[in-house]
């Protein structure tokens, strides 16, 4: 069983920046792929940014290209995601979501584990 708890969620303006953080407590937190999924109101869930297990290769969707990055510290078994220039559309609830030993390429996003989200409102 894996749990995961973000934080650092909030209220900022567009062209904020804003960085959420996800704690795993898994054993062998390196052999988990992780990511960022995240629900705006009325809306489907939405794959935003995954960091495989191994090398740590990443993909992100393309609403976020080159204003989001995801990163891990496996030490610290905590995944992140750093999100500059925000939008008013990036307005959601954000999940840290894992997978054990899966490689995710953005449209294979599926994910067994996922915490409890984390609000980010972006105002105009």
């Not at 937190?29 to 992780?34: A, D, E, K």
């Not at 559309?89 to 294979?108: F, H, K, M």
């Amino acid at each position: 069983q894996v749990r995961l708890v973000e934080s650092g969620g909030g209220l900022v303006q567009v062209g904020d920046s804003l960085r959420l953080s996800c704690a795993a407590s898994a054993r062998s937190f390196r052999l988990y792929s992780m990511g960022w999924v995240r629900q705006a109101p009325g809306k489907e869930r939405e794959f935003v940014a995954a960091i495989n297990w191994g090398g740590g290769s990443t993909a992100y969707a393309d609403s976020v290209k080159d204003r989001f990055t995801i990163s891990r510290d496996n030490a610290k078994s905590t995944v992140y995601l750093q999100m500059n220039s925000l939008k008013s559309e990036d307005t959601a609830v954000y999940y840290c979501a894992a997978r054990y030993l899966a490689s995710i390429s953005g449209s294979n996003a599926n994910f067994d584990y996922w915490g409890q989200g984390t609000q980010v409102t972006v105002s105009t």
